[in-house]
């Protein structure tokens, strides 16, 4: 049985930091792209960041560039989203998710994941 906790989220004043935390049991997400997702109120849950199960490679959505970084601690099993610069706009509940495919391509859908952690609220107050 996987399952996926996420931890890390709170209230932060905007233009402050968070750090996302997702932790696995129950399977090894090294091998794994592991994404995560975001919900806001009234909105569908959106892609934010993917890291590849080497974790070579990332994929950014375009408005979390350059301040979003995602990563993993193998030692862990776990993986990591740093969040810079945070704005109102990025108030959600943020979720980790698995995808267990042997594809290496990255998605950026949520139908392709297999696995979801049960969120984690973010929110950033002016």
């Known amino acids: 049985q996987v399952q996926l906790v996420e931890s890390g989220g709170g209230l932060v004043q905007a233009g402050g930091s968070l750090r996302l935390s997702c932790a696995a049991s129950?399977?090894?997400?090294?091998?794994?792209?592991m994404g995560w997702f975001r919900q806001a109120p009234g909105k569908d849950r959106e892609f934010v960041a993917a890291?590849?199960?080497?974790?070579?490679?990332?994929v950014y959505a375009e408005s979390v560039k350059g301040r979003f970084t995602i990563s993993r601690d193998i030692t862990k099993n776990t993986v990591i989203l740093q969040m810079n610069s945070l704005t109102l706009e990025d108030t959600a509940v943020y979720y980790c998710?698995?995808?267990?495919?042997?594809?290496?391509?990255?998605?950026?859908?949520?139908?392709?994941?297999?696995?979801w952690g049960r969120g984690t609220q973010v929110t950033v107050s002016s």
């Open positions: 998710a698995a995808d267990f495919s042997p594809s290496s391509v990255i998605f950026t859908t949520t139908s392709r994941y297999d696995f």
């Open positions: 129950g399977r090894t997400l090294s091998s794994y792209t």
């Open positions: 890291i590849t199960g080497s974790g070579g490679r990332t």
